[in-house]
């Protein structure tokens, strides 16, 4: 099917695609120098609080993702 392999193409450019930045989930500061491999952060260190596992990083993407699913929340 032509058109499942254009959409998962697409998945994998959103998901691969390096973001502008970082936010660390400890102190919400985007951090700007990090090290990025396909789709996944290898190294970040937060300058504010230095915290430095990826874990508690978010792309902005995914802080969007949270905010929405929040707002979904209190509309119920
Ligand atoms: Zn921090």
């Avoid at 691969?16 to 090290?35: H, Q, R, S």
């Avoid at 937060?46 to 707002?71: K, Q, V, Y």
């Amino acid at each position: 099917m032509v058109a499942g392999i254009v959409a998962s193409r697409l998945v994998y450019d959103i998901v691969v695609a390096e973001p502008d930045y970082l936010i660390c989930l400890e102190c919400e500061t985007p951090v700007y120098v990090f090290e990025w491999r396909e789709g996944r952060v290898l190294e970040v260190v937060c300058p504010t609080c230095g915290n430095e596992d990826p874990g508690n990083f978010a792309t902005e993407d995914e802080i969007d993702e949270m905010s929405h699913r929040g707002e979904e929340e209190d509309e119920e």
